[in-house]
Structure formats: C-alpha cells, structure tokens
C-alpha cells in the first residue's frame, strides 16, 4: 500500500463547510505571511506537510478513524442542524473532547511553539547551574525532528484536563459570517482576564477557561467553565445578532493563526486586511513567556514557568461571569476543580 505523502493538520471534510459556495472545493484564504488573498484555493492543498506525523501513515491513520467520527457529527449539527452536542460521559463526547484537544496540538504552530517553550524553560534553569555549566551550555538549543509529532504525543494523556466544562453551540444570526484559520482551537479566558491576571489562564486546567472553536461560517462550538459563566439561556445553544460578537470571535482567529485564514466567499480582502490585521497586528506578537524563581517554605528554589497569551478585553453579549471576580495574590490562575491536579482520568460529576 502507497503511502499517504501529505498529512492534513486540518481536516477536509472540516474546510468544506466553509468552501466557496458551500460547494466543498475550494476556500477562501489569506495568507498573513506573505499578504495574499485567493478567493478560490483548492482545499485538498490546505493545512497539509509532507510526512507531518513521521515518514510512516501510523499517525495519519488513526486521526482518519477519529475524523471519521467527528465528520459524523459535524454533519449532524451543520446539515441537519439539529444542535444538541454528545451527553456528558458518553463514548460520544470523550471522542469529541479527543478531538478537540488534538486538534489544539496537531498543527506546526503547535509543535514550533512547543519547542520554543522547552528552550526558554530551559534557559530559565541555566543561572541555577554551576559557573562552569552555565558557559557550557548557554549557547545549547533544544530541537526535534518532528515538533509537531511532539506536540501531539505529548497532548495524548491530557484529556482529563477538558472535564468540567459544559459544550454549547453559538448561532451566528448577524451579517458577518465566522472565518476560521490554520490553528482554528482558540483558548481564552475572560474570568481571569477580568481579574487582571492572565498568567496561565489559558492553561487546559484553568479555572474559567473557554474554547472557542468555529465550525461553519454559522456555528461555533464552545466549551466553557461552567461554574464560572453563563452562556445563553437554552440548554444545548445561544445565538447572537450582533456584528461586534463575531467580529471578536474573529479577531481571536487572526491573533490565534500561524499564516493563514480561510474563510467562505462573503468575507471580502478588506474586512481581513482592514478590520482584522490593520486593526489589531501589533496585538499578534504580545503574548509572552513568563518564569519566575518562587522560594518554599524551607529554602528551596522552584522556578514557575507558564505563558500569557494574546487577549482583546473580550467582552460577548451572550457570557456573563456567575461568580465574584478575585484578585489572585499568587499570580497563578487557579485549577478549575481540584481533581484537575493528578494525572490520571477523573469522573466528570454526575
């Protein structure tokens, strides 16, 4: 058997629901990087490397079994439009949570940004050597030969992170449609974000943590700490009319991309490029790398690593923050639920 040369980091069947005319062949896209706009990019060439998961299909395959799954259930909820989301604790919402958390770790953006991690945590710990070592090693970058396979093994036995958050559909009803990107999982915060500390809130365990990922130019799917928000009034989805909603969901998207956005054949060059990258460029690069050197109670030294990611004051009409917001006096955003803390699987409450 031949075999499968490029290996999508996002799904077809996922671009089709937003394809030119809804035909599933070609999709808009525009490249940051370079500042170009396609109106009618083939999607089978999209968000795809050559041999991205290793020289074998073993990786590739296994995501095509649990796409085949989700496809499933995209079609359920984007064709049918019957909007009611897997029950809690069921094969069906563990494979969909499986999903979303690969998804979060399987793209370049991903392993590139796994690997600069691993070298700034690492020369976080070099004034901690001895003289000699220092100099040794000051001028050592880590690297692998596959980050992006790194990323995604290492994403494997972090599911248990997604527990305690409650899924529900946002109807786009205004007249802008959602674009999505080549890293589409967006992770925000806005509990922490009004308590004026950011620092690790977007962490998978965080307490008020959201993810925002779009689905069709009409429909994202949110997971969200339910013990912190509000969101809509019907079980299983809320809807918006408002421009200023998506459009901020949108931003996320940009802010969130490696290189490209994609998108269907109503959003024009000059929303991307006028709205969007003019608006809010200098945005895209102030997420940052903290490390600070914490002394316990007996002397020793701990170093805390973590990271702020980018955030725009989201403020959506359809979430309300349901408990008091606090100001943490150890900078850390806090667990969503204790159990969070041990690495190993953890009923989600009954």
């Not at 062949?25 to 525009?30: E, F, N, R, S, T």
């Amino acid at each position: 058997m031949s075999k499968r040369k490029n290996h999508h980091y996002i799904p077809r069947f996922y671009f089709k629901r937003f394809s030119v005319n809804n035909k599933g062949k070609v999709i808009g896209l525009y490249n940051c990087a370079n500042s170009i706009y396609v109106q009618n990019a083939p999607i089978k060439h999209q968000a795809c490397e050559e041999f991205l998961y290793g020289d074998d299909d073993e990786i590739e395959s296994l995501l095509a079994d649990l796409e085949n799954n989700i496809a499933k259930m995209f079609h359920y909820w984007t064709e049918k439009k019957i909007l009611i989301p897997p029950p809690q604790n069921t094969n069906g919402f563990i494979t969909f949570k499986r999903f979303i958390l690969y998804q979060l770790f399987r793209t370049p953006k991903a392993g590139n940004t796994t690997i600069e991690h691993l070298n700034k945590a690492f020369h976080s710990f070099l004034p901690l050597f001895k003289p000699e070592k220092i100099k040794e090693f000051e001028e050592l970058e880590i690297s692998h030969e596959n980050s992006v396979l790194l990323a995604l093994l290492n994403s494997a036995d972090k599911e248990y992170l997604l527990n305690f958050l409650d899924c529900k559909f946002i109807v786009n009803l205004s007249e802008l449609p959602y674009i999505t990107s080549d890293s589409p999982v967006i992770l925000y915060n806005q509990f922490m974000e009004k308590s004026n500390m950011y620092i690790g809130a977007t962490g998978l365990p965080a307490k008020g943590l959201q993810i925002f990922y779009p689905i069709h130019p009409r429909l994202m799917i949110c997971l969200y700490d339910h013990s912190v928000y509000s969101c809509g009034e019907t079980i299983n989805c809320t809807s918006t009319e408002k421009i200023e909603d998506i459009h901020q969901l949108n931003t996320l998207q940009y802010l969130n991309c490696d290189k490209q956005l994609f998108f269907d054949d109503s959003i024009s060059e000059g929303y991307i490029v006028d709205d969007l990258i003019k608006g809010y460029k200098d945005k895209k690069k102030s997420s940052r790398f903290i490390n600070k050197n914490l002394k316990t109670e007996d002397g020793r030294s701990l170093l805390f690593i973590s990271f702020e990611d980018v955030h725009i004051d989201l403020d959506l009409s359809f979430f309300k923050i349901c408990c008091n917001i606090s100001n943490f006096n150890n900078g850390i955003a806090p667990l969503r639920h204790p159990s969070l803390v041990r690495k190993k699987k953890v009923e989600e409450p009954g």
